[in-house]
């Protein structure tokens, strides 16, 4: 497969700068996408393992990254599993890991994959098509208090009990099949009131849902302490408050040498004090970058490195 475009990668200088890639330094990109990040990873001399859940983005890196020979080991899986990945490749610890969040625009621009309420295709919206359930089963079997709570919590939807509602009703009489027909319901029960198409935090929900993308970040983050050689650096980038509060909240946790409550006279160790903090970081993409890429407009990147004890 050759495409022209797959993903603009964000934040290109700065993650080179935080990941310090070199020959002899092994980095696992946990979300390979269009093998931007990955691409200039290996340009700097490391080896990679490139994770993704997506077969598709898998077949375009192989292709893509042919140069790279044995530098480049792609594996498809979800980075919560990546310690079992890389024990299947003999692998204990990593120099970096890379994990630049949620889903690329090749995922978004292709209609087949559902992601998208622009164009008109199947609800579908798994990153990994071959397991879980589509997003159609959400919206046609769970209940309307599990609706709501994904609407209200994923998508930070303000109108999700009216937009509920009409999926409900909708639902008996025909179940929902395609991207269109959900955006349409979800324009009929809460009209456009600005720019912003009013089904956006309805798909960002589901999307967040169907691949239970926060639980899939909070395991990585838990596993990556024992993953890293001492010195090697996690480098995160976040598209949204949700995931950047789960991130920010773990640096500051695990970066923290002690731990002090009212009650105790004085000040702990902390252990679980991993990590300390990447000078320079966090750090938001500047306006030449966003006006070139507006989709980096939302994008953050935090980073740590693992402490030696
Ligand atoms: C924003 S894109 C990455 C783009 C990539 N950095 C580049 O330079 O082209 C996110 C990718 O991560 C993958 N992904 C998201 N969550 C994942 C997970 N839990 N495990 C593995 N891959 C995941 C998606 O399938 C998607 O291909």
Same mark, same amino acid.
């Given at each position: 497969?050759?495409?022209?475009?797959?993903?603009?990668?964000?934040?290109?200088?700065?993650?080179?700068?935080? !990941?310090?890639? #070199?020959?002899?330094?092994?980095? &696992? *990109? +946990?979300? $390979?996408?269009?093998? @931007?990040?990955?691409?200039?990873? /290996?340009?700097?001399?490391?080896?990679?393992?490139?994770?993704?859940?997506?077969?598709?983005?898998?077949?375009?890196?192989?292709?893509?990254?042919?140069?790279?020979?044995?530098?480049?080991?792609?594996?498809?899986?979800?980075?919560?599993?990546?310690?079992? !990945?890389?024990? #299947?490749?003999?692998?204990?610890? &990593? *120099? +970096?890991? $890379?994990?630049?969040? @949620?889903?690329?625009?090749?995922? /978004?621009?292709?209609?087949?994959?559902?992601?998208?309420?622009?164009?008109?295709?199947?609800?579908?919206?798994?990153?990994?098509?071959?397991?879980?359930?589509?997003?159609?089963?959400?919206?046609?079997?769970?209940?309307?208090?599990?609706?709501?709570?994904?609407?209200?919590?994923?998508?930070?939807?303000?109108?999700?009990?009216?937009?509920?509602?009409?999926?409900?009703?909708?639902?008996?009489?025909?179940?929902?099949?395609?991207?269109?027909?959900?955006?349409?319901?979800?324009?009929?029960?809460?009209?456009?009131?600005?720019?912003?198409?009013?089904?956006?935090?309805?798909?960002?929900?589901?999307?967040?849902?169907?691949?239970?993308?926060?639980?899939?970040?909070?395991?990585?983050?838990?596993?990556?302490?024992?993953?890293?050689?001492?010195?090697?650096?996690?480098?995160?980038?976040?598209?949204?408050?949700?995931?950047?509060?789960?991130?920010?909240?773990?640096?500051?946790?695990?970066?923290?040498?002690?731990?002090?409550?009212?009650?105790?006279?004085?000040?702990?160790?902390?252990?679980?004090?991993?990590?300390?903090?990447?000078?320079?970081?966090?750090?938001?993409?500047?306006?030449?970058?966003?006006?070139?890429?507006?989709?980096?407009?939302?994008?953050?990147?935090?980073?740590?490195?693992?402490?030696?004890?």
């Amino acid at each position: 497969m050759q495409l022209k475009f797959y993903h603009q990668p964000v934040l290109t200088t700065e993650v080179v700068r935080v !990941l310090r890639p #070199e020959q002899g330094r092994l980095i &696992v *990109d +946990g979300t $390979l996408g269009g093998s @931007g990040h990955t691409g200039l990873l /290996l340009a700097s001399g490391a080896m990679v393992v490139g994770v993704d859940r997506d077969a598709d983005a898998l077949s375009y890196a192989r292709e893509e990254l042919r140069a790279a020979g044995e530098r480049f080991t792609p594996v498809q899986g979800d980075f919560r599993d990546l310690p079992r !990945l890389l024990a #299947e490749l003999e692998i204990t610890r &990593v *120099d +970096g890991i $890379l994990l630049d969040l @949620g889903v690329s625009s090749h995922q /978004l621009d292709t209609a087949q994959r559902g992601f998208s309420f622009q164009q008109d295709g199947p609800l579908d919206m798994r990153m990994d098509c071959g397991s879980g359930a589509p997003a159609s089963d959400l919206v046609n079997t769970a209940s309307r208090e599990e609706l709501e709570r994904i609407f209200r919590e994923y998508g930070e939807e303000p109108r999700a009990r009216s937009i509920v509602h009409r999926l409900v009703t909708d639902r008996d009489k025909t179940p929902f099949t395609t991207t269109g027909q959900l955006a349409e319901a979800v324009e009929r029960a809460a009209p456009r009131t600005g720019p912003r198409h009013p089904a956006t935090r309805v798909f960002q929900a589901l999307r967040i849902a169907v691949n239970d993308e926060l639980g899939a970040l909070k395991a990585v983050l838990e596993a990556a302490p024992a993953l890293l050689n001492p010195g090697g650096r996690i480098a995160v980038i976040t598209f949204h408050s949700l995931e950047d509060r789960i991130v920010k909240h773990f640096f500051k946790d695990t970066c923290a040498a002690t731990l002090d409550r009212p009650e105790w006279p004085m000040p702990r160790p902390n252990p679980r004090h991993f990590f300390i903090s990447v000078p320079g970081t966090p750090v938001a993409p500047g306006p030449e970058e966003c006006a070139v890429n507006p989709r980096a407009r939302s994008a953050r990147l935090r980073g740590a490195e693992r402490r030696s004890s």
